[in-house]
């Protein structure tokens, strides 16, 4: 039963419908109950966001030992990114509290680190070493695979290569980090944090009254307690 419900889970892609693991999917089912439990009161999101983190923590470990190419932290990443951006368009904007040039801001933000990081999984593939063109002067070999490698590669078990100027496998982007998207993923990553905080700002001082400006220019919320009272 459990297989062919893993191959009746596909979801709608251009060329035709892509297959999905249950792994894969479950961010999908969990995001909305997790964001419908933790808008309820300031102890469930507390509670959810303590829940999150250990819960990330131990299904790493356990992904890691028995399912390393999953996508669940990736699928996990672009979920987030939808349902901020959907509770963002239908329920903060509709205040009509957030000016068309602000909401233009966001948009632009989340389009640039949107970019910045599908460029960064697609340069991924970049990084590994191609063994064909090594030179065969160099002596050092992988540790894993035997082969000959240049200075500072580090084999992934995860993507099952050697990565030149290996920094992490980023679960969230489901690649490697290396010597051809370092930069980029830093970018990115700095793009999404700044994509985050104004979102969060926009959206607290328009649900949260009053709000203040500091040093004239940045209105920030001043008593958001009141915001479970109003689920939406
Ligand atoms: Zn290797
Ligand atoms: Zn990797």
């Known amino acids: 039963m459990m297989s062919t419900f893993q191959d009746r889970l596909r979801i709608p892609w251009r060329g035709g419908a892509k297959q999905i693991s249950i792994d894969s999917a479950l961010p999908i089912v969990l995001q909305p109950v997790l964001a419908y439990i933790a808008a309820q009161s300031v102890w469930c999101t507390v509670l959810v966001s303590l829940t999150m983190l250990f819960g990330m923590c131990y299904l790493y470990t356990v992904f890691v030992r028995f399912l390393p190419r999953t996508k669940f932290f990736f699928v996990w990443t672009l979920t987030s ?34 970019i910045c990081l599908y460029k960064v999984r697609t340069r991924a593939e970049l990084n590994f070493v191609v063994h064909a063109d090594m030179d065969e ?17 580090f084999h992934c078990l995860i993507c099952q290569g050697c ?7 980023c679960v969230w982007l489901d690649c490697c980090i290396g010597d ?21 700002i926009l ?8 709000s203040f400006y500091i040093m004239e220019t940045v209105l920030l919320p001043d008593d958001c307690s009141d915001v479970y009272h109003d689920f939406t």
């Open 203 to 210: 959206t607290l001082t328009t649900v949260c009254h009053p």
């Open 163 to 169: 990565v030149v100027k290996r920094d992490q496998h």
């Open 81 to 114: 990114a939808i349902l901020l951006l959907l509770v963002f368009e239908f329920n903060v904007v509709p205040f009509l509290e957030i000016m068309p040039h602000e909401n233009c801001v966001l948009i632009g933000l989340v389009i640039s680190s949107g």
């Open 137 to 153: 002067e160099t002596e050092l070999a992988c540790s894993v695979c035997r082969r000959r490698v240049p200075p500072r590669t």
């Open 180 to 200: 051809k998207n370092h930069q980029l993923y830093v970018l990115g990553v700095l793009l999404s944090v700044g994509t985050l905080v104004y979102g969060a």
